[in-house]
């Protein structure tokens, strides 16, 4: 396992010891390492607060860290990079219940949810804007999928973005029943 990898697994084991408040910590633990309050991370301000955790690395190895988990290409990270990179693998019946409920939305079975699959299965006639006249049925649909979309909000949403959504939620959890609950709940399985 290389330094990046092991230095990945040292403070997700870190946060992990404190159960789920470990993750939600880990904001205001971004927000105290960006000491130039510019809301992203360079390389420097990740390889001093990582050393507060007793985890050393020399600059190059801090900077292979923000290659990594630098997705948008910006050469710093924000706090979404942070996050994603920490949070820890779900289980099997998380990912499990994040399927089938994937497979709910996806009516027309193509492996991507879109406005077209959602009508029918997501009722918009009785929102508020709707109501008003401010939003079309058509403007709600899409708002609602751009929750799980990308940062590229393309109307499609992918198995990969819908778990990606949710394995943040899954983070503020402790449990695997708590988790498969909640979304047996909210989606109707």
């Known amino acids: 396992m290389d330094t990046v990898d092991a230095t990945v697994e040292r403070l997700r084991e870190q946060c992990l010891s404190?159960?789920?408040?470990?993750?939600?910590?880990?904001?205001?633990?971004f927000r105290r390492l960006d000491q130039d309050r510019?809301?992203?991370?360079d390389a420097r301000e990740l390889q001093q607060?990582?050393?507060?955790?007793?985890l050393a690395l020399d600059?190059?190895?801090?900077?292979?860290?923000?290659?990594?988990?630098?997705?948008?290409?910006?050469g710093t990270l924000d706090l979404e990079e942070f996050l994603r990179a920490l949070r820890p693998p779900m289980s099997q019946a998380r990912e499990a219940v994040i399927a089938?409920?994937?497979?709910?939305?996806?009516?027309?079975?193509?492996?991507?949810?879109?406005?077209?699959d959602l009508r029918g299965v997501y009722s918009c006639h009785a929102h508020p804007k709707v109501q008003s006249g401010e939003w079309t049925e058509e403007e709600v649909l899409r708002r609602f999928l751009d929750n799980f979309d990308s940062s590229e909000k393309d109307g499609?949403?992918?198995?990969?973005?819908?778990?990606?959504?949710?394995?943040?939620?899954?983070?503020?959890?402790?449990t695997d029943?708590?988790?498969?609950?909640?979304?047996?709940?909210?989606?109707r399985l």
């Open 18 to 29: 404190r159960g789920a408040s470990g993750i939600q910590g880990l904001a205001r633990f």
């Open 38 to 41: 510019s809301r992203s991370l």
């Open 49 to 54: 607060g990582l050393a507060e955790l007793g």
């Open 59 to 74: 600059m190059a190895e801090a900077e292979g860290v923000c290659r990594r988990w630098d997705r948008d290409g910006s």
């Open 100 to 116: 089938a409920a994937f497979s709910k939305l996806d009516r027309s079975g193509d492996g991507v949810v879109t406005v077209d």
């Open 156 to 174: 499609q949403v992918t198995l990969a973005e819908f778990q990606d959504y949710y394995s943040g939620v899954s983070a503020s959890m402790d």
């Open 177 to 187: 029943e708590e988790f498969v609950a909640m979304m047996t709940s909210a989606w």
